[in-house]
């Protein structure tokens, strides 16, 4: 079984900058591990970035650049660094993690989720 918590979101000015951070538990293998976020009234989650156990990043095209998503293997952490904010950027944030489940095989688990808002 695997615990997330998120943490890190709050409130941010357009053009400004957060880090969010994803502490994984529980006795599991971890393999890659992304960010996600939700905006409101929205019901489809997409996909912000997502890093492999080797280190390997990817991106949604609209981050442009302004994020960085990083990850310490031997404590399970992650964090995305985030700049240069806009207000339609406004969601919950949640991680994801990979891992595989002895029972159901393969698995994502998402965690709760840290919510940023980015107002003036």
């Known amino acids: 079984q695997v615990q997330l918590v998120e943490s890190g979101g709050g409130l941010a000015q357009p053009g400004g900058s957060l880090i969010l951070s994803c502490a994984a538990s529980g006795n599991t293998t971890i393999n890659g591990m992304g960010w996600y976020r939700q905006a409101p009234g929205k019901q489809r989650r997409e996909i912000v970035a997502r890093i492999t156990k080797d280190v390997r990043a990817y991106y949604a095209d609209f981050v442009e650049g302004r994020f960085i998503i990083s990850r310490d293997n031997p404590k399970d952490l992650m964090f995305l660094q985030i700049k240069s904010l806009k207000p339609e950027e406004t969601a919950d944030y949640c991680c994801?993690?990979?891992?595989?489940?002895?029972?159901?095989?393969?698995?994502?688990?998402w965690g709760q989720g840290t919510t940023v808002t980015v107002s003036s």
């Open positions: 994801g993690v990979e891992y595989v489940d002895r029972d159901k095989g393969p698995t994502v688990f």
